[in-house]
């Protein structure tokens, strides 16, 4: 083959026919190509995959862009870094929605005003030349974000430089609880890695490590590792909390304490160990005894509403695993005695034998270089007292996150110049004086430190986004500061001691060094490049070695203080979707059901069901939960999953945003009916806390105040897209006892009752014949491959109103399944997408063959066939296929984000999962140029792709060596709703349970790993 | 009550022209009120059928899992109420039940109105209707042929094979008619009724033939009545849904269907008696009649109902059973108790003879049929597909303002026909009415010359 081929011809005269044909008719297609002379790596149709880092939250994540034709289309995570080894959270996907947010910012503003960049520097520049040249300029401060990489340090640097305050880091969750009990404790500072994957029993109080702890990818996929049946081996997981959480639902068993009580059980299990003497080696038994000598087992179950028994258990259990970690945090962990109750746990995790070995405290977490609290509030003060002249905001958001009662809104009143950094509107940005915009990470060079030894490498995945035909004007922080503090100081580009031109140039430089660090001989070039190409650098976890100090033994188990007089506890926790409120303005993560109560595009108070039928609300009846410190009005969601004397409300929402998209406008289609996007829904449970730090720790405490419940009389119905958590017996989620999943496995298949016979003659496949397996044990119901699939697939966003009347698009929906007693059920999490039956009832419906069966085994839809009958969808039962109600729309710029493999769908259309269709031709395709057959591995789907637990698997069912061949023959394997005969391809795994939901007391004792 | 045997025995054979002849007389206000009313509802229709094509079927309540609702339930009821149309005047005339003479028309002008009406539903229900022409098997380029394992297909000839036939076999009874008003007809009303007989002259040549094409499209027509309804039960037996996979169904809406048709029938004929003063053709003992047969169509949908019920409850089913359970006690609960008080409990006054000729009575229960056999349509489609097999999406369905005024509009498309139908057409068959006067009258007749 030389020159062009047929295929060739055809891609340059579609792509020049496109490019002819849309100036021609319809509205303008806008400029389809970014680059006018694209760079070498971009080809146009042929992706180009940049390795960076995800920055949706501290956790640091390696990211892979996928940028095809100079946009990037799809965030995967990176398969080589060792936080997140390939998988990617919900809010990691949504990072794309925020890199093409019609919020951005298109250039700089003055006092809201748009501005000339120049001019908008020259002002902060003139401003800290000034307070330079006075000798003031300690009256300028700087807050960021956790910057642990070159940006942080080269801000330091500039703070230096220019005299400023010391730059905050400034993290609305930061976990000072932990790093004062480690300080207690072991004398260190430092937030530790745990290694929840080499333990075999774990106890949580409180720390939601598949939601938002710490790490949480890294925390699932590890969990899995621990706890999913794999060769008849399963961990065991204890979690404790006084509600069930995401995280709590996939605990073997759930302990259900009073708030508060976390330190008196973790001392009471302390000395239930001390007294069995169950206790690892080691000489630091005095100090246990010391710290075990005040507790009680029986006060502690008295107090904490936990049987003695099973404190006994518990204890016992983990202790004699000889593998035991223990964990502590989430919202528990940041009341006035939090700090007792994690050195607590510390001692706990040093009885054991854990500390040094699952817990290591050489490869610290980033957290720990977090600013506490109590440093903002500090700055509040020096704010309000007229001490800051100029505050410079880095892609923060402290209105927002910072408690009503700290004054902060009122400090800003006090400082002349407040300058915010940020790529889009957001309650601060709406009071800075200037906006200096920032690019997106995306666009940005840089690099994060998630965790010692880990460095993630970021690179510009692409060229800045256009909006209305502009790149969006923007900078790097790092390259503002640098220009802003040459003007300041007058030095000219490369001199003096901001020396570096670009940030770029400073980042190679620490690079440089970084290099050394690692041992690097090769040259730095080579070194850089396969950075690059990696995304960073990393070592082997490294554990320190601590001992526990005297002091630890001085503690008690007392309850935290709460402010009020209210009914019950107010339970604040972060929310898996928006984190502490940074992913509200993204419309998929809005439209991402909340795994546990499927509430989409609002927040809600959980209220125990009892209280609910004394106050006489039910679901949606709104109700305003009042607080010494503030009152917010939310809709109710009883629910029997809370300690009844507590009340739950998520963080993030609740935002109070100008945007035009934000503020729930309707999208700029006003002949759609669609998004009626209202971001802005909810309240923000923090505006109900006090300011005040606690003094041990520093941090917000979150587990604080008592609040009143009042119902309103009105009414804001819930948009909950799950009818019901209860399968009425149709065993859609299966589960089966530990004990018979292991014989199970020892005998294996058992005999073939997964589908009734056919009538027709079974289909017989050439080549392949595609199929998945999805392990409800694995899952954790993190909703990861919701977002996936709704990015790879250019699923609509429909909003609230749809939403709640049935009309989600989403191909892949997360359900949550409830077995045995309402008050200790059984959860189960399963993704339900299309199953694509061998014997499908949607394809001999069809009039016009638009639903078919392809020679590959898939359930076909064919786009530009379908009329629309829409039998199909009433035949099909498992109700995955979606109609097209309207032309959905994306509103500018995030139409730029859609995948240009996957046609998007007209009104009128059924749609479904392909099980990514697209994917599987370009692995065809490539194979077909190796001149060989697709094999185990060349391909995943979008979902199975950003698994944490590697719960999915996609493969060819003809291929018998195949992972997906092997586990869709698993003794655990069934089919949901087998005996309708519909012979899915998609084999569903049984969940593994250590007993009978409802069944008597205590889960029998789990097996041991390893 | 002992009626004469055929029409009334009062009637002249030029009473029959005269009293037919009246009603194309030119109609009164009244009469245009009522069109312009009528037309006006049908315009709302209209509008909002053009902005569901224009925005997309997400304005009317449709959902997962409803993916049917309103649309089909109507088109459901509308191909139910045609089939009477053919029963009575095909059936019926094979059976030579003479009562039938002075009723067929109108009825059989209802099938193939009623039948138009169902047959817009479809293409209200799609989501492209622009493409509603590739389920039909013409022959293109691509070689794509509709899928006729696809009950829809099934449909398409059912419905299209019904509508010609009933248009023509309609045709065929009208033609002498329309001759006959041809001769009384003067100016150009009488070149237009001239082109409408096709030449009739009432040869004994064209009598003998007419006779033959009518007894033949009669026995056409017959199965039909059968098939028809069997086909479109079809979409609902072939599908898996909970409530609608049943072997039950041809019969179940083949029975509901001609119910729901008398229904319809008295609910036209019992004001056209009176505004056109046709009491001595349309008598107490037609009524009696069709009441009767009313009275028996429900008694074997009663049966059906508990065979229905009785086979969901003893199959063991969960799946049967939890779909039966929710219709009887959950969201929709009212609309199905009120299909079986409708349907069952109603119509059994007509066992009372009193009630089967009290032009009210008979009125009022027809009106429940009716409402009652809409409702058994929507209770098989809406809450049948709200509660199946996936807990997960089961949910309630809303009719939104468009579909609900769309349902509406479809009545006032029929009754645009009805009426319309009724001022330029006979409305009562003079040939067959004259037929059977009793023999000794016709002397006195004098306008007729059949």
């Known amino acids: ?1010 | 009550m002992s009626a004469p045997p055929v029409g009334s025995g009062q009637a002249t054979w030029a009473d029959v022209n005269r009293d037919v002849d009246r009603t194309l007389l030119n109609a009164g206000n009244t009469y245009f009120a009522w069109m312009t009313v009528i037309a006006l509802i049908l315009a709302c229709g209209v509008a909002a059928w053009g902005w569901q094509i224009a925005t997309g079927l997400g304005v009317a309540g449709i959902r997962t899992p409803q993916m049917w609702a309103l649309y089909i339930t109507n088109f459901v009821f509308w191909i139910g109420i045609g089939h009477a149309g053919t029963l009575i005047s095909a059936i019926l005339y094979l059976f030579r039940a003479k009562w039938r003479t002075s009723i067929y028309r109108g009825a059989e002008a209802m099938t193939v109105f009623a039948v138009m009406t169902a047959g817009l539903f479809p293409l209200i229900h799609v989501g492209r209707m622009w493409f509603a022409y590739w389920l039909l098997p013409y022959p293109n380029q691509r070689y794509l042929w509709p899928n006729f394992k696809s009950p829809l297909i099934w449909d398409v000839f059912a419905i299209s094979t019904y509508l010609t036939i009933s248009v023509v076999f309609f045709i065929v009874g009208l033609v002498p008619d329309i001759a006959a008003i041809r001769d009384r007809s003067t100016g150009l009303k009488r070149k237009i009724y001239a082109v409408c007989a096709l030449g009739w002259e009432g040869s004994d040549w064209q009598w003998r033939h007419y006779r033959r094409a009518y007894g033949l499209l009669a026995a056409l027509a017959t199965p039909l009545v059968l098939s028809v309804h069997s086909v479109v039960s079809f979409d609902f037996a072939m599908a898996l849904v909970p409530g609608w996979h049943s072997s039950l169904f041809a019969p179940f809406f083949v029975d509901g269907a001609i119910f729901s048709g008398f229904a319809m029938v008295l609910i036209l004929i019992i004001p056209m008696r009176a505004v056109f003063g046709w009491h001595a053709y349309i008598t107490d003992r037609h009524l009696d009649a069709m009441a009767k047969l009313t009275l028996v169509t429900s008694l074997v949908l009663t049966y059906f109902y508990l065979c229905e019920a009785g086979t969901a409850w003893y199959s063991g089913e969960h799946y049967e059973r939890a779909s039966l359970f929710a219709r009887a006690f959950k969201s929709y609960k009212y609309t199905f108790w009120l299909q079986y008080i409708c349907n069952s409990l109603i119509p059994l006054v007509l066992f009372w003879r009193k009630a089967r000729t009290n032009l009210v009575i008979l009125y009022v229960v027809s009106i429940f049929v009716l409402i009652g056999m809409w409702l058994e349509r929507f209770n098989i489609i809406v809450p049948g597909l709200g509660y199946d097999f996936y807990p997960y999406t089961w949910g309630v369905y809303l009719p939104r303002v468009v579909d609900s005024t769309i349902t509406v509009a479809s009545f006032a498309w029929f009754f645009l026909l009805f009426l319309g139908f009724i001022r330029v057409m006979p409305s009562l068959s003079i040939v067959e009415v004259k037929e059977v006067l009793p023999h000794p009258l016709k002397h006195s007749a004098h306008g007729g010359h059949h």
């Open chain 1, 1 to 1010: 083959m030389s020159g062009m081929d047929r295929r060739s011809f055809f891609k340059v005269v579609a792509t020049t026919g496109a490019a002819a044909a849309a100036g021609g008719c319809g509205p303008s297609a806008g400029q389809l190509l970014p680059y006018v002379v694209p760079p070498d790596n971009i080809v146009p149709g042929i992706p180009a995959y940049f390795s960076t880092v995800c920055r949706e939250c501290p956790s640091g994540c390696g990211l892979i862009a996928k940028n095809r034709d100079g946009r990037v289309i799809k965030l995967e995570g990176n398969p080589d870094n060792p936080i997140n080894t390939g998988a990617l959270c919900i809010r990691g996907h949504a990072g794309l929605q925020g890199l093409y947010h019609p919020d951005r910012f298109r250039g700089a503003l003055a006092g809201g005003k748009p501005i000339a960049w120049e001019e908008a520097e020259k002002q902060l520049a003139d401003r800290v030349g000034a307070l330079a040249k006075a000798k003031q300029a300690g009256r300028i401060a700087i807050v960021s974000g956790l910057e642990t990489g070159s940006l942080g340090r080269l801000m330091d640097e500039w703070v230096r430089v220019v005299g400023a305050r010391p730059r905050l880091s400034y993290e609305p969750l930061a976990y000072e609880g932990l790093r004062a009990a480690n300080r207690v404790a072991f004398g260190r500072d430092s937030i530790p890695d745990y290694a929840i994957g080499d333990a075999s029993y774990l106890v949580s109080f409180g720390a939601d490590f598949l939601e938002t702890w710490l790490s949480p990818v890294a925390y699932t996929s590890d969990f899995s590792r621990m706890h999913a049946f794999y060769q008849g081996r399963t961990g065991t997981f204890v979690h404790v909390e006084p509600r069930l959480s995401l995280t709590g639902a996939n605990a073997d068993e759930w302990v259900r304490n009073a708030p508060g009580t976390e330190g008196q059980l973790a001392l009471a299990m302390l000395k239930v160990i001390l007294d069995d003497g169950l206790q690892a080696g080691g000489g630091e038994l005095a100090t246990l005894r010391a710290a075990a000598r005040s507790a009680d087992v029986e006060a502690a179950a008295s107090a904490s509403g936990v049987p003695a028994e099973t404190i006994r258990r518990v204890a016992r259990d983990l202790a004699r695993s000889r593998a035991g970690l223990v964990i502590a945090g989430g919202m528990a962990g940041s009341g006035s005695s939090s700090t007792d109750m994690l050195v607590a746990v510390n001692l706990l995790n040093t009885a054991i034998g854990a500390v040094g070995s699952r817990i290591r405290f050489g490869s610290g977490s980033a957290f720990g270089k977090a600013s506490p609290y109590s440093d903002m509030v500090a700055l509040t003060q020096a704010m309000a007292g007229g001490q800051i002249d100029a505050l410079i905001l880095v892609d923060v958001n402290p209105v927002y996150s910072m408690p009503a009662k700290s004054g902060f809104v009122d400090a800003l009143g006090k400082v002349p110049l407040m300058v915010a950094m940020a790529g889009r509107s957001s309650e601060t940005t709406v009071r800075a004086g200037l906006v200096l915009p920032t690019l997106h990470p995306l666009e940005s060079w840089g690099d994060y430190s998630p965790q010692d030894g880990v460095i993630g490498l970021m690179q510009p995945t692409m060229g800045p986004v256009q909006i209305e035909g502009k790149p969006v004007q923007a900078k790097n922080p790092g390259d503002t500061l640098l220009s802003v503090g040459r003007q300041a100081l007058g030095f000219e580009e490369g001199k003096g001691p901001l020396r570096w031109p670009t940030f770029r140039d400073f980042l190679t430089e620490e690079w440089q060094k970084i290099a050394r660090d690692h041992g690097s001989t090769e040259p730095f070039t080579d070194f850089w490049e396969g950075a690059l190409r990696r995304g960073g650098v990393w070592r082997a976890p490294q554990s320190a070695a601590v001992a526990l100090r005297p002091e630890a033994g001085r503690i008690s188990g007392a309850a935290p203080k709460l402010e009020g007089e209210g009914s019950h506890v107010l339970l604040v926790y972060p929310s898996s979707r928006f984190y502490d409120g940074r992913g509200a303005d993204r419309a998929w993560l809005q439209e991402a059901p909340d795994p546990m109560t499927q509430v989409t595009w609002d927040s809600w108070v959980e209220i125990p069901s009892e209280t609910a039928t004394r106050m006489g609300v039910s679901r949606g009846d709104l109700v305003t939960v009042k607080s010494p410190h503030g009152s917010i009005e939310l809709p109710a969601y009883p629910t029997d999953l809370i300690h009844p004397g507590a009340v739950a409300v998520a963080m993030g929402q609740g935002h109070k945003l100008p945007g035009a998209y934000a503020s729930g406008q309707p999208a700029p289609a006003a002949s759609n009916p669609q998004p009626s996007t209202f971001l802005n829904v909810g309240a923000n449970p923090v505006d109900l806390l006090g300011a005040a730090p606690d003094p041990a720790s520093g941090g917000l405490p979150h587990l604080a105040v008592k609040v009143s419940l009042t119902p309103t009389g009105r009414r804001r119905a819930l948009a909950i897209p799950q009818a019901t958590f209860d399968q009425d017996e149709r065993e859609l989620a299966q589960y089966v006892a530990l004990g018979s999943a292991r014989e199970l496995e020892l005998r294996g298949r058992p005999p073939a009752d997964a589908s009734k016979p056919s009538m027709y003659p079974s289909v017989k496949y050439a080549e392949y014949k595609w199929g998945m397996t999805v392990d409800v044990d694995r899952c954790t119901g993190c909703s990861a491959c919701v977002v996936a699939c709704q990015s790879e697939n250019n699923v609509p966003v429909v909003g609230r109103e749809q939403a709640a009347y049935g009309r989600i698009q989403h191909w892949l929906r997360l359900e949550r399944w409830q077995e045995g007693p309402a008050a200790q059920p059984l959860n189960m999490f399963m993704p339900m997408f299309c199953q694509h039956c061998e014997v499908a009832p949607c394809e001999p419906v069809c009039p016009v063959y638009a639903a078919y069966h392809t020679r590959e085994g898939l359930n076909g839809q064919v786009y530009n066939r379908c009329v629309g009958t829409r039998y199909c969808g009433n035949a099909c039962p498992y109700h995955v296929r979606r109609f097209n109600w309207f032309n959905y729309t994306w509103a500018a710029p995030l139409d730029q984000q859609l995948n240009p493999d996957v046609t998007v769908r007209e009104a009128g259309v059924m749609e479904k999962c392909t099980m990514c269709l697209q994917r599987i031709i370009a692995a065809k395709t490539q194979a077909r140029e190796d001149r060989r057959a697709v094999k185990d591995g060349d391909m995943q789907t979008a979902c199975q792709q950003t698994c944490p637990t590697r719960a999915i698997t996609f493969g060819n069912l003809k291929d018998a060596g195949g992972e997906t061949s092997k586990l869709s023959l698993s003794p655990r394997g069934y089919h949901a709703l087998a005996e309708i005969g519909t012979q899915s391809s998609v084999t569903y795994l049984k969940k593994v349970v250590r007993a009978e939901p409802g069944g008597s007391g205590h889960p029998a004792g789990g097996g041991h790993r390893g």
